[in-house]
């Protein structure tokens, strides 16, 4: 059964520092998501992702974050200079039509750790 | 903006009991509504979806879910957990006008053996 992947599964940066998480998402899929989840808190929305532009983001989707399809395969999140409140685990997403008609599956994660 | 609420933040039972979750959400919208469940360092994995149809949904592992739109509420049933189903279940909303995705808190569910 395909799955979405996510590299690396943690990573370690000290504030300040960008960092570039990936993903890969089901190859037939269209639509692209992640979210984050702070520890003991609730899964988040950031951002979702379709046809080269991002089709909605929360507020805390602000300028230190983007998002990019470099190629036909990954799907990155980058935080351009990291704040210790980013520490939190990141979940990649992908759906083959949008939220609002199907289901997302979600990669394993990467625990991000900013000292 | 629409909101997820699960009411139990810990539930701990023991094997062979019956388990109902709780979940409330605030659109009055058209919705889908999800659980997904987490193990123990493992991703989220769906368990069971509400597009439209019949109320009570069937999904994996004998879990199944009733949405009442009088009530707003997807609430997650089992009828006798085991001690696999230790996990952390999340039930999620979306609807027609957005693409995100509205989580709960999560309910941690203990099962003693």
């Known amino acids: 059964e395909p799955e979405v992947t996510q590299t690396p599964s943690h990573q370690v940066t000290q504030m300040g520092q960008e960092v570039i998480l990936r993903c890969v998402p089901i190859s037939n899929h269209l639509y692209f998501y992640w979210y984050r989840q702070i520890l003991g808190q609730k899964v988040e929305f950031l951002v979702s992702f379709y046809n080269n532009e991002i089709s909605e983001k929360s507020e805390i989707f602000d300028d230190q974050f983007s998002v990019e399809r470099p190629d036909g395969s990954n799907f990155t999140l980058k935080i351009r200079s990291t704040k210790l409140e980013d520490s939190a685990m990141y979940f990649c997403?992908?759906?083959?039509?949008?939220?609002?008609?199907?289901?997302?599956?979600f990669g394993p994660g990467t625990r991000l750790t900013v000292l | 903006a629409q909101s997820v609420s699960q009411h139990n933040h810990h539930v701990i039972l023991s094997e062979a009991a019956s388990l109902e979750l709780g979940c409330n959400y605030s659109?009055?919208?058209?919705?889908?509504l999800f659980w997904y469940v987490q193990y123990p360092g493992q991703h989220l994995q769906l368990l069971l979806k509400y597009f439209s149809g019949d109320p009570l949904v069937k999904g994996i592992k004998g879990f199944e879910a009733e949405f009442i739109k009088s009530k707003f509420s997807f609430n997650l049933r089992k009828p006798s957990v085991q001690w696999s189903d230790t996990a952390e279940y999340f039930c999620?909303?979306?609807?027609?006008?957005?693409?995100?995705?509205?989580f709960g808190a999560g309910t941690r569910l203990t099962v003693k053996p």
């Open positions: 999620a909303v979306t609807d027609y006008n957005n693409n995100d995705m509205r």
């Open positions: 997403a992908s759906s083959g039509q949008g939220a609002s008609t199907d289901t997302q599956y």
């Open positions: 659109y009055g919208g058209t919705v889908n």
